[in-house]
């Protein structure tokens, strides 16, 4: 633990705090033996204290019950059912993993949903991710999650943008209760692309695998005071994800460039070499060991199987929580929670990629046939010259890259809430919380001793080849790397050659606040038309955050092959303070034709030491003409500051997934898809042109980071809705809420891909002014001498609308109970605009290229439970994603996907109570075990499809129980 944390903790630990959460409930069906369920809406998304507050707001909720039947181990897994939710960072991301699992609201990001833990906010979860970290939260401790989409800046500060996302605890708990979940993966590989993998000649899975077991143990306990004024609640628990490589499903064992013809990387076995003009690139013959010309269609090497589609994870979570009741005025909560979680990700092996190597001419590894390939002449190999050979080479020797992930968090929180009179009461609070965070990249490949060890030469005393090192006594470590013949890299050079990068950092946040809230209806204070009192709450605000980040030799000079850039070392801090108020107006009560009307107003305004003041605010509105039946609607002005992580964040290079419009694969054969004069503005000379080699990993250099010059974004919502809970129905309610969203001078980065296309056909300096190609190839991809600059900037905007609709219905059967739930949202539009001068985009129904991942116009949760009068319960979902198009628009040459269908997937789930203190829970999701689509040549896949959004592994398979004592 660092000096800060300690002196946190025990800062904490002599303090008395708290905080006036966010209490919210959703719609939900409260009922008794022998009656329907009675409908209530209990919601309320401000801090001023009224139990029967209708909320102005759309909001949702997650019940136990709705976790436990989906079966989720990993809470990202069952937030992503909401329709309201778009993909984001997760478990089956691999290349390019933050080890972090994030909640993205609207499809406007993850740092634009505010993430609560017991109606308070959590830190950020790693130096890399500025975003919540769910893999902090204890899925079996989860009572319900709170979801309120539409800005709420007002109330909650930044961040909530697209909306919050509360994650309320199990508190106040007696006893003891034991919590044992496994799962796996079942799936049949029969799909079509079982061919196209074969024919190519590589290996397909086994027909029917089970694989990707995880299992989730938690112990709860809790005991009472003797007075009944105290409860202490302790926790503890582990989760264990078994890896699953992409090699076990038939559909992703190679990596598709069309439907029909399995693609993969220039980096390949036995290797790709060009000459130095880049004029001719040879491989080895694998029978003979001699050279032969390379082609793409053989020699591309299969990167995908031994990509995880599931990362490995071992997470343990300790914590707890203690409520004490001074008196019936004033009542103290705290929490402590420990999260200690491990993922590691995996990629295809490090190599050479294709950098630029000076290989002796006087090697004795290498045939007199490979010597004059490369330019060797006569004279060149009697003098030992060197020559330049752009060398293209899998280490596959050495198994796949490996980036090992591990996040150490704590969170410290204490409440004090009380009255101050009959009137008044209040909250104070403090917290602390805090990441560290480490990552170590095994298995890569050291491009500096790679260097030496391809300088052999023929020792004088033995015979023997040595490195030149070696031999002249800098390096006396040194072992020749012979790449020039199959089978000829011995253990001791691929020992020689490896490497490793480690990499740390931490990052936290500090908050203090405290708030008041009054009923002013006691001094009189009401509008003649109302029953009730005007209502207000007036609250302070301290918020610190910081980072730092640091990193290892290796990395910060950028000397490992495949890991990027250099990476430089960061530190940063800001601290912002805010006075916030609501006012609650009753307007008119119980008159004709209005049952109730108020108006809801809230303003903050905040101070940050990065950037100086801003200020949010909203006017919601809350109409009910008759008993069953509420309108609400309001507008919300939020904000978002940037983090820590946005604004010192280093500038580093990384890849990108994306295409050059004027690279080819084979000069002799092809023409780029610009034109000369289009790729003279991006940089290519005009001897360059139809002679820049493209990445056929379709991976470019991307120069990202922080901007210490960022200002906040600025964001409004509309919101306009009606509540319906009809008499003559006893047991239904429905909801339907419009929302239209606009963020301005949002901070992000233009997109790289973009980039170069708007520099290509428009010519515009701005954009061109940021395609930086290598002066002697014009790649943007063989050397970091190549890239596209994207840092962070406050440009452009965001703006999305549409409708949630949601309802439920409960009816008394003759035998048990039916429950019907339904949660759907129609995407009318997800507008970008990239700068505040380019075209804006709409992605409503698009995926690929700037649009990412899949987003369709429509997306419902559908439920059915029965509940027996046997102990026993049934449960079945249907969960739909519309169909979405290509964003590039249809194809027909069979390279890429021109959409993907609509997906239907059923999953079914059942609970029996065994006895009164033992439950059993067994599921099923994706039933008929549905392939994922395949997405051949899509940006940001993983193993040919999108993981995070459609069901890629099969029929999921999990079981549980429950034992209290």
Same mark, same amino acid.
Request: proline fraction near 3%; glycine fraction near 10%.
């Given at each position: 633990m660092r000096k800060n944390d300690i002196k946190a903790v025990l800062l904490l630990s002599t303090t008395v705090s708290g905080l006036s959460g966010m209490s919210i409930a959703s719609t939900a069906m409260a009922q008794t033996a022998g009656e329907e369920a009675a409908v209530e809406v209990v919601v309320t998304g401000s801090r001023i204290k009224k139990p029967n507050l209708q909320s102005s707001s759309p909001i949702t909720t997650i019940s136990a019950a709705d976790i436990k039947a989906s079966g989720a181990t990993r809470v990202e897994d069952m937030v992503n059912t909401l329709p309201s939710v778009f993909a984001a960072d997760g478990a089956m991301q691999s290349n390019g993993a933050s080890g972090t699992a994030t909640v993205n609201l609207r499809g406007l990001g993850t740092s634009r949903t505010l993430v609560l833990l017991n109606g308070s906010r959590m830190a950020p979860g790693s130096p890399v991710q500025p975003a919540a970290d769910l893999n902090q939260i204890p899925a079996a401790l989860i009572e319900r999650v709170d979801i309120l989409t539409g800005g709420a800046s007002a109330v909650y500060g930044s961040d909530a943008m697209a909306g919050v996302v509360n994650f309320v605890m199990k508190k106040k708990f007696e006893g003891v209760r034991l919590d044992l979940n496994t799962s796996f993966y079942q799936h049949h590989n029969d799909s079509d692309y079982a061919s196209v993998v074969s024919n190519r000649g590589f290996a397909l899975p086994e027909s029917n695998v089970v694989d990707g077991k995880a299992t989730d143990v938690t112990l709860v306990a809790g005991v009472n005071s003797e007075s009944g004024k105290g409860n202490a609640t302790v926790y503890a628990s582990y989760r264990t994800v078994q890896a699953l490589l992409q090699s076990e499903r038939d559909y992703s064992a190679c990596t598709l460039s069309s439907f029909s013809t399995c693609g993969g990387s220039s980096t390949s076995?036995?290797?790709?070499?060009?000459?130095?003009?880049?004029?001719?690139?040879?491989?080895?013959?694998?029978?003979?060991?001699?050279?032969?010309?390379?082609?793409?269609?053989?020699?591309?090497?299969?990167?995908?199987?031994?990509?995880?589609?599931?990362?490995?994870d071992e997470k343990y979570s300790l914590g707890g929580f203690i409520t004490?009741?001074?008196?019936?005025?004033?009542?103290?909560?705290?929490?402590?929670?420990?999260?200690?979680?491990?993922?590691?990700?995996?990629?295809?092996?490090?190599?050479?990629?294709?950098?630029?190597?000076?290989?002796?001419?006087?090697?004795?590894?290498?045939?007199?046939?490979?010597?004059?390939?490369?330019?060797?002449?006569?004279?060149?190999?009697?003098?030992?010259?060197?020559?330049?050979?752009?060398?293209?080479?899998?280490?596959?020797?050495?198994?796949g890259r490996q980036y090992e992930m591990n996040h150490t968090s704590y969170r410290l929180r204490g409440e004090l809430t009380g009255q101050i009179n009959e009137v008044w009461d209040f909250s104070l609070n403090m917290q602390y919380g805090?990441?560290?965070?480490?990552?170590?990249?095994?298995?890569?490949?050291?491009?500096?001793?790679?260097?030496?060890?391809?300088?052999?030469?023929?020792?004088?005393?033995?015979?023997?080849?040595?490195?030149?090192?070696?031999?002249?006594?800098?390096?006396?470590?040194?072992?020749?790397?012979?790449?020039?013949?199959?089978?000829?890299?011995?253990?001791?050079?691929?020992?020689?050659?490896?490497?490793?990068?480690?990499?740390?950092?931490?990052?936290?946040?500090?908050?203090?606040?405290?708030?008041?809230?009054?009923?002013?209806?006691a001094y009189g204070v009401k509008l003649p038309w109302a029953g009730e009192g005007l209502k207000t709450s007036l609250g302070l605000e301290y918020r610190r955050q910081w980072l730092d980040f640091d990193a290892d030799d290796n990395l910060r000079n950028g000397l490992l092959a495949g890991s990027g850039g250099k990476t430089t070392p960061v530190s940063g801090s800001y601290d912002v303070k805010e006075v916030f108020t609501e006012l609650l107006v009753p307007v008119?009560?119980?008159?004709?034709?209005?049952?109730?009307?108020?108006?809801?107003?809230?303003?903050?305004?905040?101070?940050?030491?990065?950037?100086?003041?801003?200020?949010?605010?909203?006017?919601?509105?809350?109409?009910?003409?008759?008993?069953?039946?509420?309108?609400?609607?309001?507008?919300?002005?939020?904000?978002?500051?940037?983090?820590?992580?946005?604004?010192?964040?280093?500038?580093?290079?990384?890849?990108? &997934?994306?295409?050059?419009?004027?690279?080819? /694969?084979?000069? !002799?054969?092809?023409?780029?898809? $610009?034109?000369?004069? @289009? +790729? *003279?503005?991006?940089?290519?000379?005009?001897?360059?042109?139809?002679?820049?080699?493209?990445?056929?990993?379709?991976?470019?250099?991307?120069?990202?980071?922080?901007?210490?010059?960022?200002?906040?974004?600025?964001?409004?919502?509309?919101?306009?809705?009606?509540?319906?809970?009809?008499?003559?129905?006893?047991?239904?309610?429905?909801?339907? &809420?419009?929302?239209?969203?606009?963020?301005? /001078?949002?901070? !992000?980065?233009?997109?790289?891909? $973009?980039?170069?296309? @708007? +520099? *290509?056909t428009t010519g515009n300096s701005f954009y061109c002014s940021k395609v930086h190609r290598a002066s002697g190839t014009g790649s943007l991809w063989l050397s970091e001498e190549g890239y596209i600059e994207d840092t962070l900037y406050n440009t452009g905007s965001y703006k999305t609308s549409g409708f949630d609709i949601e309802a439920n219905y409960s009816r008394k059967l003759p035998l048990g109970r039916l429950q019907l739930s339904y949660m759907g949202t129609v995407l009318e539009e997800l507008i970008t605009q990239a700068t505040d001068t380019s075209d804006p985009y709409d992605c409503a129904g698009y995926f690929d290229s700037s649009c990412g991942w899949s987003n369709p116009k429509y997306r419902h949760r559908a439920k059915a439970t029965w509940q027996s009068p046997w102990d026993w319960d049934a449960t079945v979902t249907w969960r739909y994603f519309g169909k979405v198009d290509n964003f590039y628009g249809p194809d027909t040459s069979g390279t890429y996907a021109s959409s993907i269908d609509a997906y239907n997937y059923i999953d079914l789930y059942a609970s029996y109570a065994l006895k009164s203190n033992t439950t059993l829970r067994i599921g099923v999701n994706n039933v008929f075990d549905k392939d994922p689509p395949i997405l051949p040549n899509s940006d940001g896949t993983n193993g040919n499809t999108y993981p995070q959004v459609y069901d890629a592994l099969g029929r999921y398979v999990f079981a549980g129980i429950s034992l209290s004592f």
């Open positions: 076995y036995p290797g790709r070499f060009f000459t130095s003009d880049y004029a001719k690139s040879y491989t080895i013959d694998t029978s003979a060991s001699r050279l032969a010309s390379y082609s793409a269609a053989t020699g591309a090497y299969n990167y995908g199987p031994l990509n995880y589609y599931q990362r490995p004490y009741d001074f008196s019936d005025t004033l009542h103290f909560k705290s929490e402590v929670m420990l999260t200690d979680d491990t993922s590691t990700g995996q990629i295809a092996p490090s190599g050479i990629f294709l950098s630029e190597m000076s290989i002796n001419c006087n090697n004795p590894l290498m045939t007199t046939e490979q010597k004059t390939a490369f330019y060797c002449s006569s004279s060149m190999i009697a003098n030992g010259d060197t020559t330049t050979v752009a060398i293209g080479r899998r280490n596959v020797e050495a198994g805090s990441t560290n965070y480490k990552q170590v990249t095994k298995n890569e490949v050291s491009l500096e001793r790679a260097q030496k060890a391809l300088l052999v030469v023929t020792d004088p005393s033995t015979g023997n080849a040595v490195c030149q090192s070696y031999l002249d006594g800098t390096d006396k470590n040194c072992v020749p790397y012979n790449i020039w013949s199959i089978g000829g890299v011995s253990s001791a050079a691929l020992k020689y050659i490896s490497a490793q990068g480690v990499q740390w950092g931490g990052t936290g946040e500090q908050i203090v606040s405290l708030n008041t809230s009054g009923d002013l209806g008119a009560q119980d008159k004709t034709l209005i049952k109730d009307l108020s108006l809801e107003l809230g303003y903050r305004i905040s101070d940050y030491s990065s950037f100086g003041k801003n200020d949010s605010y909203k006017a919601m509105v809350s109409y009910a003409p008759v008993e069953g039946l509420r309108f609400r609607g309001g507008y919300n002005r939020a904000v978002r500051a940037p983090s820590v992580t946005e604004l010192y964040s280093a500038n580093s290079v990384g890849l990108f &997934d994306g295409n050059d419009g004027c690279g080819v /694969d084979d000069p !002799s054969t092809e023409t780029p898809t $610009y034109t000369a004069a @289009q +790729c *003279a503005l991006t940089g290519v000379t005009a001897a360059q042109y139809n002679n820049v080699l493209s990445s056929t990993a379709g991976q470019y250099n991307r120069l990202g980071g922080g901007n210490v010059d960022l200002k906040p974004e600025t964001g409004d919502t509309y919101t306009f809705g009606f509540v319906y809970t009809p008499d003559f129905l006893k047991g239904f309610n429905l909801t339907v &809420d419009y929302f239209n969203i606009k963020i301005e /001078d949002k901070i !992000s980065s233009i997109g790289a891909q $973009y980039i170069l296309d @708007q +520099c *290509a």
